[in-house]
Antibody, heavy 121, light 110 residues
Framework: EVQLVESGGGLVKPGESLRLSCAASGFTFSSYAMHWVRQAPGRGLEWVSS????????FYADSVKGRFTISRDNARNSLFLQMNSLRDEDTAVYYCTRDSGDFGGALGDLWGQGILVTVSS | QSVLTQPPSASGTPGQRVTFSCSGRSSNIGSKAVNWYQQLPGVAPKLLIYSNDQRPSGVPDRFSGSKSGTSASLAISGLQSEDEADYYCAVWDVSLNGWVFGGGTKLTVL
């Protein structure tokens, strides 16, 4: 089955770190760019970060630049998001999503179920 | 405030045709292809339209997209109760070097 499954979310305090993982299955993971998109409670969608198929290029939203790092392990069909110096405003459901190709395609032709990250003291 | 502007709400009755607008600028909609997403309550978004007017496999032809200049539109014809959802537009912004989303439009089927 073609799917994305996120893990690693939870409750952390401001300033702490968390690493999200996304396990891909059912397709050739190494052929696709991947993205992270988040949604704060009751709010709209916000793009967080993207990586090309071979990690040659990585892009970040200004709101997370310098704090978050996207990476991937094509041998393990996995996408990661290392989140450091977390803030209250990073509280959201984080979605792992697939591009329709190796970047330049359509963001989000496949989505994970989402994982909740809560930052609170 | 979102880079792309969408009206916060829209409504229609079953069978009706409704349209959603998405307004941007030359650095995003004016130069790149627009995607549209449907998010039903409590679940992940789903790609509805890509490359301005293309439907992924499985999306009914009741859904259609278009783009003109720095604005894009999503239309739903033959509105059904199950279309009640939030609808988002998104596009790559060449100035920001990142994807931007609209704030979303909540569709209510009366």
């Amino acid at each position: 089955e073609v799917q994305l499954v996120e893990s690693g979310g939870g409750l952390v305090k401001p300033g702490e770190s968390l690493r999200l993982s996304c396990a891909a299955s059912g397709f050739t993971f190494s052929s696709y760019a991947m993205h992270w998109v988040r949604q704060a409670p009751g709010r709209g969608l916000e793009w967080v970060s993207s990586t090309t198929a071979t990690s040659g290029f990585r892009f970040y939203a200004d709101s997370v630049k310098g704090r978050f790092t996207i990476s991937r392990d094509n041998a393990r069909n996995s996408l990661f998001l290392q989140m450091n110096s977390l803030r209250d405003e990073d509280t959201a459901v984080y979605y792992c999503t697939r591009d329709s190709g190796d970047f330049g395609g359509a963001l989000g032709d496949l989505w994970g179920q989402g994982i909740l990250v809560t930052v609170s003291s | 405030q979102s880079v792309l502007t969408q009206p916060p709400s829209a409504s229609g009755t079953p069978g009706q045709r409704v349209t959603f607008s998405c307004s941007g600028r030359s650095s995003n909609i004016g130069s790149k292809a627009v995607n549209w997403y449907q998010q039903l309550p409590g679940v992940a978004p789903k790609l509805l339209i890509y490359s301005n007017d293309q439907r992924p496999s499985g999306v009914p032809d009741r859904f259609s997209g278009s783009k003109s200049g720095t604005s894009a539109s999503l239309a739903i014809s033959g509105l059904q109760s199950e279309d009640e959802a939030d609808y988002y537009c998104a596009v790559w912004d060449v100035s920001l070097n990142g994807w931007v989303f609209g704030g979303g439009t909540k569709l209510t089927v009366l």
